[in-house]
Every structure is written in C-alpha cells, then in structure tokens.
C-alpha cells in the first residue's frame, strides 16, 4: 500500500529564517510527486510537480527537491504570509506503468511564520 | 478563467438525511476527482472519472456514497443516510488526463 509520511507535522519560524519540510514515501511505481499549499477552510493550490529524482522546481521563495524516497520542500526567508499546510502527495503507476488517477496525499505540515 | 467550483460551500444536515453536492471543472479538463479531508488530515482519494466514466472508486467508500458525471461535465456526489462520521471538508478537483489536479474551494458537510 502506498505511503506518504510528512514531518514535521507544525513547523514555527520567524520571518526570514530558512527550513525545509520533508515528505517521505513509500510507493511501488513512482509517476508524480504533488506538493500542494492550503489555507484554512479553502482547497489545495497546486504549488509543484515533480517526476524524477534529482529534479527541482523553484517558485519565489519555494524550492521542491526529489529523491527516490523522498522530497523536500525549501522555504527561504519566509514571510508571513507563507505561513499554511503544506501536502504532498503521490502519484502511482501499476506494474505494467500505467498510472494511477489519484493521488495520496500526507497529513501535512503546518507551517507558521512570526513577523 | 473560471477554476473548479463547488456548491454549496456549507451543508448541515441531520444523521439519516440524503445531500448531494455539486462540482463544476475547468471546462477543458477531462478527469475529475472527489476527495475527502477531516480536519489535521491530508485528502483522502473518493472516486474520479474520466469524461462519463467511472474510473475508480475508493475500497473504503460506503455504499451510500455514489457519484455521477452524466454528459462528461460537472459531476455530483451524493450521500444517503447521512452519519456524524460523514462531517468532513468534500474536495473536487480537476486534471487533463493524469496532470497535475486542481482543486475547488470544497464543500463543508456536518452532520448533527
């Protein structure tokens, strides 16, 4: 069965301080992995996508990293509005690759930036 | 540009009451997806389709849940004989083909 861990589960920084959340997986066929940003009482936005390990993506102050077990989502001199739940999520494939439609997603980390 | 939307936004109903709700996808996109998320927890994957067709549904979803998508555009979701363990944030979201999915604003069920 597949399996999406994230951690930590709250993270608290102030404003301009550097982390990194972590999102570790257990899948059989890897197709994608999600990162997503939500705010309370609203749906998920997509932030990233992510296919391959060694592959990056950047958005303002966001950098998402792959490995083959897990991904890590940079946060560099975070403001206060960065602060939300950040998911992951997984896309799989079957055996013969082809892919899965849905998505398993962590349990997320909520991330608050102190001005 | 119009995103997913849903509706209605809140729901309350009493245990043993049927509600439907309703998700309308960006237009160009061909899957749709139903997810389930309670509060401190990540989505949790329901049923989705592609165009008319149901694709896949959850081995945990109950018998009372069923959806439809009858012409390949907006879908809904009903629940029937609606439980307390049924409160929870109901999420669409739309995908061309297996891309990255795109989520509506969600759909707030609680059940007294």
């Known amino acids: 069965e597949d399996q999406v861990t994230q951690s930590p589960e709250a993270l608290r920084l102030q404003e301009g301080e550097s982390s990194s959340l972590n999102c570790s997986y257990t899948?059989?066929?890897?197709?994608?992995l999600f990162w997503y940003r939500q705010d309370p009482g609203k749906g998920p936005e997509f932030l990233f996508t992510l296919y391959s390990a060694g592959e990056e993506k950047e958005k303002e102050r966001l950098k998402a990293t792959l490995t083959k077990k897990e991904s890590f989502l940079h946060i560099t001199a975070p403001k206060p509005e960065d602060s939300a739940t950040y998911l992951c999520a997984v896309q799989t494939t079957n055996a013969g690759g082809t892919s899965y439609g849905k998505l398993t997603f962590g349990q997320g980390t909520i991330l608050t930036v102190h001005p | 540009d119009t995103g997913v939307s849903q509706d209605p936004r809140h729901k309350i109903t009493k245990r043993g009451q049927n509600v439907t709700f309703r998700c309308d996808p960006i237009?160009?996109?061909?899957?749709l997806y139903w997810y389930r998320q309670t509060l401190g927890q990540g989505p949790e994957f329901l049923t989705y389709?592609?165009?008319?067709?149901?694709?896949?549904k959850s081995r945990l979803l109950s018998d009372r849940f069923s959806a439809e998508r009858p012409k390949g555009s907006f879908s809904t979701l009903e629940i029937q004989r609606t439980e307390q363990g049924d409160s929870a944030m109901y999420l669409c979201?739309?995908?061309?083909?297996?891309?990255?999915?795109?989520f509506g604003p969600g759909t707030r069920l609680t059940v007294l």
């Open positions: 389709f592609q165009n008319e067709a149901q694709l896949e």
């Open positions: 899948v059989s066929g890897l197709r994608g």
């Open positions: 237009s160009e996109h061909n899957r």
């Open positions: 979201a739309s995908s061309l083909g297996a891309g990255e999915q795109f």
